[in-house]
């Protein structure tokens, strides 16, 4: 089984599945999770594509590297059709570090948000989506 892997959620192509399988990945199968991400944004015919991260079985930040390095890369590689980002499973330090990156990423991309199970991330693709189409319907 791969480390990471990058699928759809559903069939719609709106959202993305990151799943981190295990601990012991390193910065470049990140790299490569995220082209693997943007290919699949890039082949939507969705005007926004949400992301949920599933990181419930991974405990550890990558091995090696910078994470201000990887945090830039984050920033700079941002799909502009992508939407939010829900992680999904960060527990202690995962999870402080991962808000701190949010905060460090700024408003170059939209924060990122946590929920504890992947029903609770559904959820709140949900609920941004019924944002977005409030929003679209009152600008029009």
């Not at 981190?20 to 015919?45: M, R, T």
Request: aromatic share 6%.
């Amino acid at each position: 089984m791969e480390k990471l892997t990058v699928t759809w959620a559903d069939d719609s192509q709106k959202v993305v599945l990151c799943t981190y399988h295990e601990d012991g990945w390193v910065w470049a199968d990140f790299y490569e999770a995220l082209k693997s991400q943007n290919a699949l944004i890039e082949s939507s015919s969705a005007p926004i594509v949400d992301v949920i991260v599933d990181v419930r079985s991974s405990s550890w930040l990558p091995k090696g590297g910078s994470l201000l390095t990887g945090i830039n890369k984050v920033k700079v590689d941002q799909h502009p059709r992508q939407g939010e980002t829900i992680i999904v499973g960060a527990r202690g330090m995962v999870a402080a570090i991962a808000d701190v990156a949010s905060k460090l990423i700024g408003k170059a991309r939209r924060p990122m948000r946590f929920a504890k199970t992947m029903d609770e991330a559904h959820e709140l693709i949900a609920q941004v989506a019924a944002s977005r189409q409030t929003e679209k319907t009152a600008k029009n």
